[in-house]
Nanobody, 119 residues
């Protein structure tokens, strides 16, 4: 099992910055990929950014050049640095870990942290 705890959300004006953190516990050595997703009211949850155990990253087109995903050590903790925030970035942000046990794949989710960007 992998458990995730996020922190760092809040209210910021457009153009401002926030950094989200995600700390994993449990079977962290089984984690393959960690990522950040977000869900705005009335919309589906979408991928924001993710990082593999090898350090490869990918981003949603809407955040490229503004957001950066990083980590201190392989897979834990993981950060999302968000710069030049826009009102359309307002959403609940969730940390995700994709992990493997006995050849089966699993997903774990954090509880979510609210990010609100005012215009």
């Amino acid at each position: 099992q992998v458990q995730l705890v996020e922190s760092g959300g809040g209210l910021v004006q457009a153009g401002g910055s926030l950094r989200l953190s995600c700390v994993a516990s449990g079977s962290i050595f089984s984690i393959n990929t960690m990522g950040w997703y977000r869900q705005a009211p009335g919309k589906q949850r979408e991928l924001v950014a993710r990082i593999t155990s090898g350090g490869s990253t990918n981003y949603a087109d809407s955040v490229k050049g503004r957001f950066t995903i990083s980590r201190d050590r392989p897979q834990n903790p993981v950060y999302l640095q968000m710069n030049n925030l826009k009102p359309e970035d307002t959403a609940v942000y969730y940390c995700n870990a994709a992990w493997t046990r006995l050849t089966r794949g699993y997903d774990s989710w954090g509880q979510g942290t609210q990010v609100t960007v005012s215009s």
